[in-house]
């Protein structure tokens, strides 16, 4: 009984990994930018969780996008800088240090801006997903 | 209640927020076209009108996740949280350490509910005129606003005023209705709304739409509303989103007392809202 679960588990993780390949990912990274290796595989992992719609994670050099509706990357990815700039522009005036993340909250969903060394993730997600979790998933650990 | 009023009423509140919490440095109340409409003591001007104006430039890209609710910026000494109240802004900066949902509550508390005593109070002051407006008598309408104002604080004013209108007993009268309009009575046709914190409610034989309330507040209704149905709820979430449903009271007695709603996912999808959200919640009454 024990050994059927098993081969379920890794069928479904094969499934996974399969549909992640044909979702709109562009990449182009430099080979040994390890901060950036390792949260690519923390926001695959975290894009298979209930609720999480995409991200986009970027450097100075490469970009990662993986959105399940590629037509709303301008609109992200515009907003996701702004609030950037905003949350810079903030700092300035009330004093309130580097920022390390924004959380934005719509009617219809939430962003997660989180800024890690030089590297910046902003995850896509609905309203009930739990962006507490997540943001403790993507930066637990990191150098 | 002039604007100048309801400045001083949020203004007042937005102070004490700050000695509620030693942790909030900042807080200021802005309209959506970043108009400045109240700030505590320690915010300048300076400050606070132009972060108003740059965050209105954030609120028009914000199409993507629909009507911007709330922003949250964490730096490394502040947190500062703009959340959306009808229609303004407030923004609260407070330390790191603080607990963040400690100043939540206060602000998607404290402030809406003082907001909206202070529309009602507004509202109530300029519903008045029209009234003396429908019986009109020989007093001009400025004398007998005076007067109705003057009536309870002063008795022996009135008693002047009837003897010099002594040929008819109709501004006498007037007078007392103005008074007994003046005081507030609640109204038992108007049940009043009790907060509460979501608990989610999860499992296989869970009504979607049944919330399960504390029993000790359905006791209060029952006894209220003695010989009136009570069978569903009013659920209203801060951003004014409601819906109604059925009600059961909690099952688990260690989580009563505690101010809490159990709801079903399906309920909290519909309110746009998440554990440990809080929710105003009222009776039905039939």
Known sequence: ??????????????????????????SACLAEDTTFKSLRI???????????TGHILRNGTSAAINLKDPSSLMGFALLCSHAVDTGHEFSESFNLGQIENILLEGKNAKVLCIAVGKCVVNVFMEKTADHTQILDRICANLD | MSTGARVFAVQSVLNEIKNISPEVSNTFLFAVNGEI????????????????????????????????????????HQRMNISRMKDSYLATIASKESSPRRAETLTRVLVPAILRLVDNLQLATEQEPPIELNEPDPISPNTQT????????????????????????????????????????????????????IEHLGGLLIPPDTVRIDNAAILQWKELYEDRELNEVEVETLSGEKTRCKFKPIKDSKLEGKGLIQMPQKLQITLQTS????????????
């Open chain 2, 146 to 197: 005076s007067e109705t104002q003057e009536a309870s604080e002063n008795d022996e004013d009135i008693s002047t005023d009837d003897t010099d209108k002594s040929e008819s007993a109709e501004p006498n009268l007037n007078v007392g209705q103005h008074e007994s309009e003046l005081e507030y009575e609640p109204s038992p046709e108007e049940p009043s709304a009790t907060q509460f914190i």
């Open chain 1, 42 to 52: 923390r926001l695959a992992e975290i894009s298979q969780q209930e609720g999480v």
């Open chain 2, 275 to 286: 554990q440990g959200e809080l929710v105003m919640v009222k009776p039905v009454v039939r």
């Open chain 2, 37 to 76: 409409l109240a700030k505590d003591d320690d915010t300048s001007l300076l400050s606070a009108g132009p972060a108003a104006k740059a965050f209105n430039l954030l609120v028009e890209k914000t199409e993507p996740i629909g009507r911007l609710e709330s922003v949250t910026f964490c730096g490394s």
């Open chain 1, 1 to 26: 009984m024990a050994r059927k679960k098993r081969s379920r588990t890794e069928t479904v993780a094969k499934m996974v990994m399969e549909n992640e390949a044909t979702l709109p990912t562009i």
